[in-house]
Antibody, heavy 123, light 107 residues
Framework: EVQLVESGGGLVKPGGSLRLSCAASGFIFSNAWMSWVRQAPGKGLEWVGHIRSSTDGGTTDYAAPVKGRFTISRDDSKNTLYLQMNSLKTEDTAVYYC??????????????WGQGTMVTVSS | DIQMTQSPASLSASVGDRVTITCRASQSISTYLNWYQQKPGKAPKLLINAASNLQSGVPSRFSGSGSGTDFTLTISSLQPEDFATYHCQQSYSTPRTFGQGTKLEIK
């Protein structure tokens, strides 16, 4: 069974840091592009960023609001995706989801999602 | 960035109704458009990819259409389990962007 399990969320003060993890199972993780998507309370979905598979270079792209503060990385030996969040702001408060990126020809979509982990940034 | 606008923001309907949700992109995105269903407290679920391709296991009462800037998600006969929030998302360019969501409620 394909599964993603996030962990690492919690309460952090503005300016603080947090690292989220996403443990993957049931598929060949090293071949997969992976994404982080967040959802602020009562709001819509917001793409945070993605990391390409190692075979595709393992490079990353980020949304403007998090660029320079957040870093996505992966450890293919542990089948785990990470989101390092620094200089956190109150507006980063959200449920954070990891997702596989599935390709349908040239079109990609967020296929399998984790259950989400809540990050609250508050003093 | 490509802006995605959904309408309506919310919709009340009854079991058995046919409903249509619209998604408009701020520029042409060909068919680089996906639809997701999200129930309260749960992660989104991919319903349709590339504007009109139904994901495996998704009931055939769901359908998607459109290309360019205008897209629709149609549910032909609402079932109780379809009451949820629906999100469109473009994968034409980075950053990937979502519509604000359409909440489908029971009338």
């Amino acid at each position: 069974e394909v599964q993603l399990v996030e962990s690492g969320g919690g309460l952090v003060k503005p300016g603080g840091s947090l690292r989220l993890s996403c443990a993957a199972s049931g598929f060949i993780f090293s071949n997969a592009w992976m994404s982080w998507v967040r959802q602020a309370p009562g709001k819509g979905l917001e793409w945070v960023g993605h990391i390409r598979s190692s075979t595709d270079g393992g490079t990353t792209d980020y949304a403007a609001p998090v660029k320079g503060r957040f870093t996505i990385s992966r450890d293919d030996s542990k089948n785990t995706l990470y989101l390092q969040m620094n200089s956190l702001k109150t507006e980063d408060t959200a449920v954070y989801y990891c997702s596989t990126v599935l390709w349908f020809g040239r079109i990609d979509a967020f296929d399998i999602w984790g259950q989400g982990t809540m990050v609250t940034v508050s003093s | 960035d490509i802006q995605m606008t959904q309408s309506p923001a919310s919709l009340s309907a009854s079991v058995g109704d046919r409903v249509t949700i619209t998604c408009r992109a701020s520029q042409s995105i060909s068919t680089y458009l996906n639809w997701y269903q999200q129930k309260p407290g749960k992660a989104p679920k991919l319903l349709i990819n590339a504007a009109s391709n139904l994901q495996s296991g998704v009931p055939s009462r769901f359908s998607g259409s459109g290309s360019g800037t205008d897209f629709t998600l149609t549910i032909s006969s609402l079932q109780p389990e379809d009451f949820a929030t629906y999100h469109c998302q473009q994968s034409y360019s980075t950053p990937r962007t979502f519509g604000q969501g359409t909440k489908l409620e029971i009338k």
